[in-house]
């Protein structure tokens, strides 16, 4: 059955303030298809972001939404959880968000493997504050804060949250709807921390500046450099050199923390009765 | 015959009460960094809260332990942090956001000196102008600052009813005198004091910034049945944002205003032999004590000295204070500190006589003796 994308979407909203060709409006269409496919009930989501342009999707969606400071959305939504485990919570931010001025906490929520959903949407830009370089930003490319090229190495987000210890973690490009749905689905399904490296483009200040074109021009070089992680063993170390896997990169089952603090505060009650 | 009720008196040390005093309050989620002098009472809290079915976390810094209790209490449940002034730095930027969005909370502040690293481990009242001024923007302040154990601990509770009526962050502010001191406190019974919850709306639609007569709007938990939406950005009555002038003009003075309504309910502050003084100290945590004794040493030399203790020192009952100050031909302010609380004495109570202070950043607390000699020059 067709997804009613309006019993999620706050219509009055609309129009959003994303441009023209930006990618993040498919991601948003992907995370209400797997809320829909999984029967999830608005009032018991809580959708926490930061700052930045995917830190504006919580005001689009019916749910209990909270638009917090510039790359602290894990640490409120940690707060959240916590105190209501029985919410669910799915968080959404940007490369800068995640990965530059919230890198502590993208660590140490993936170390922690709380229950909650996180979303990247990676674009390899800061948007929001007109195009500078991020720590995604592809090595050599131009930003307004690297105009001879950006001269450092990007973050690979799924590595960065594997190492950390998510418990799921994936990477999807918007142009590969199936996948991008299959990923998130799966990362909302997963008992624990999940990371979605949620590709898209942004052809106003990327595209613009590194000459790739409009934005199917743009989800053309995208595909140039991934590669499906099915095909892992197929491809050559050759065929993979430099390229970014896509797909269901890494799942695990880790204890779950509002889980374990749940059997301590049992046991500490039944020690306490027993005395 | 009647049985009376055992009381409940402990030897506590402050950071300790503040942790009993939590509890009582309601207080359900703590998320903490640890941070000298104030680690005892993230400590207390990691052992106490799984005990009465709440739940404590160390978190990754102090950013994200402030943006922790604001999400929980955001989910409906009363929230608290304990730091000193680096971690309080730290804070300030989600601070204002717990200000603009309108998010109770409690964050206990035992200062040290400062600035920087200074000195974790001595005490100081460094911070009483970061407490105010600290966080972007104009946000209402509330700060209380115990002098004794025991009052911490009543003090604690009154900041997490404070901060439950007013729909904001509060401060409390201790010094490491207060916060490692041991002393006698009475511990009380949850029905024995008075405990404020945030008030809840009663209707949908709900608009989580529409309000009424007192200036504060209703606050529900989220999966609580009333979906809302909650942004750091200038935002009108539903929620959400808003660069209409009007609106953004209504919404900043709103929070300061719904404060200033309210504020005779949330001001607290003692006097002691202020009635006919001619000189007058104005003090505040544990440098109000060394002030009493001093008062009370230059009454028995003849000298009509008296002491304004601010216990709210945000907002400060100016009216009081320009009571106490009305006869008097000098006001003397000691504080561990280069001069900041001097300042907003000196702008309520006016000039005409000296307004001086006793200032010591030496990481010892300033004694009697000091006190007295300035209040005999």
Redesign the interface.
Known sequence: MAVNYFNYLRKE?MPHIWCAGCGHGMIVKSIIRAIDKLGWK???I?L?SGIGCSSRT??YL????????HG?A???????????P??KVIVVGGDGDMMAIGG??FI?ACRRNIDMKLIVYNNNIYGMTGGQASPTTLTDAKATTAPYGFLEEPFDVCNMAIASGATFVGRALDLDVPLMDRVILESFKHKGFSVVDAWSQCPTYFGRFNKWGSASEMMERYKQIIYNIRQKDQLSEEEKKGKYPVGILHQIERNEFCER?QR??DS??EK?EAE | MEMEEKRNIKFLSGNEACGEGAIIAGC??F?GYPISPSSEIAEFMSKRL??V?G?F?Q???E???????????????K?MTATSGPGLSLMQ??IG?GAMAEIPTVIVDVMRGGPSTGNPTGPSQSDVMAIRWGTHGDYPAVALCPESVNEVFLLTIEAFNIAEFLRTPVVLAMDEITAHMREKVELLKEKDVKIVNRKKPEKTPYLPYEYGEDLIPPLP???E?F???????NHDKTG??TNKSELMEEGNRRIMDKLDKNKDKVIRHEEFMTEDCDVLVVAFGSSARAAKRAVRNAREKGIKAGLFRPITLYPLSEKALQKAAGRAKKVIVPEMNLGQYILIVERVVGHGFPIVGINQVDGEPISPSKILSKIEE
């Open positions: 909203k608005n009032d018991e809580a926490v919580p005001g019916d749910f209990h939404t909270l638009h917090t400071t602290r894990l640490a409120f939504a940690t707060g959240i959880k916590l105190a209501k029985n919410l502590n906490h140490h603090y301590l505060r500490l009650k306490e | 359900r989620f998320g799984p005990l079915g739940t976390i978190m990754e810094d950013i994200a332990s402030i943006g922790a209790i604001l999400g929980a209490s955001l989910a409906g449940v929230s930027e989600n956001f938990g989220y999966g049945g979906r809302f939406h909650v942004t750091g950005l959400f944002p």
